[in-house]
């Protein structure tokens, strides 16, 4: 018994224990929230509303944070951290992010995507073009599809010129 006690007294040092247990106990309430929200409307059999992304989002999150439980109880001890290898990721992210949000209601949704994801890609340190291109289309695309295809989530067109090619594009 006082081996065990010790275990997870280890555990508990470094947050390898409590900081999953912590998402996956505020994972489970939000999760029941998803499912009380009101369907918009069926597609045959498969019903797809307002609860299909948070649903698949605090699944994976649990999932993820049963995952990370299960690593640190088998480890059983307090690792050190590695060292991040480019620090300055973290404000190049927050740069971009708040200029998409600046620009995204002026660029239009479906314009600003594609350059938004190469732009980030390319200064984070992706060089080969087939990665850069390939990355681009592909998860351009899947938003496209997705958000105001899919889920008819009106996102913003943009004004003047990006309003008309995204009115071209869907």
Request: aromatic share 12%.
């Amino acid at each position: 018994m006082k081996r065990y006690r010790e275990k997870l007294e280890k555990l508990g040092r470094g947050g390898e224990l409590i900081i999953p247990l912590l998402l996956l106990i505020a994972s489970i309430p939000l999760f029941y929230l998803a499912t009380k929200f009101e369907v918009a409307f069926g597609m045959g059999r498969h019903v797809v509303g307002p609860d299909f992304v948070p649903k698949v989002l605090l699944g994976m999150m649990m999932a993820l944070s049963v995952k990370l439980i299960y690593d640190a109880v088998k480890k059983g001890g307090v690792t050190e951290f590695e060292k991040v290898l480019n620090p300055q990721n973290l404000w190049i992210t927050l740069g971009f992010t708040l200029g998409y949000v600046v620009l995204l209601e002026i660029v239009g949704f479906v314009v600003l995507t594609p350059i938004w994801i190469a732009a980030y890609m390319y200064t984070i340190g992706v060089r080969r073009w087939q990665w850069l291109v390939g990355g681009t289309c592909v998860f351009s695309l899947f938003l496209i599809i997705v958000f105001p295809v899919l889920m008819m989530v009106p996102l913003p067109r943009g004004v003047g010129i990006f309003r008309m090619i995204s009115l071209l594009l869907y």
